[in-house]
């Protein structure tokens, strides 16, 4: 499979992201599964797209060596926290909607970053928005 550019996964029974490197993988879908962490989930240096949404992640740690990454979804997981989303420079689409989100605070500047999806989160204030002021 050394030409694989895309590839889709959802719906199945994965646990755990872990190293399963495509070196020209641009984009890789995994929505609908029971992954728990991206720990590990290393040698993709051309992905650019990543959808995780319906899985039972709690933070996004192994996601932040994905240097080329411009779009990720991590929609309806039971994420808490932005750990793991630290260089990330050329991410420009993030969906965390319907998550357990409550601050923004230490959530990492990301220079590139477009559109920011957060809706239906557990966020009780505006205030806590540090890089949109």
């Given amino acids: 499979m050394q030409y694989l ?7 199945n ?4 992201l872990t190293n399963m490197p495509q070196a020209r993988l641009c984009s890789m879908i995994l929505n609908q599964n029971k992954i728990s962490s991206c720990v590990g989930f290393v040698g993709h240096p051309t992905l650019t797209k ?3 949404r319906k899985n039972m992640l709690e933070d996004c740690e192994g996601l932040g060596n994905l240097l080329c990454l411009t779009e990720l979804t991590l929609a309806e997981n039971k994420i ?18 319907k998550n357990l989100i409550e601050d923004l605070s ?5 220079p590139c970053l477009e559109e920011l999806e957060l809706s ?6 505006k205030d806590c928005l540090p890089h949109f002021a």
């Fill in 5 to 11: 550019k895309k590839m889709d996964l959802s719906k």
């Fill in 13 to 16: 029974k994965i646990v755990q």
């Fill in 50 to 52: 990543l959808e995780l």
């Fill in 80 to 97: 808490t926290n932005f750990s793991g989303l630290l260089n990330m420079p050329c991410l420009k689409k993030l969906d965390l909607s």
């Fill in 106 to 110: 230490r959530m990492p500047e990301l």
């Fill in 120 to 125: 239906k989160n557990k966020i009780a204030s």
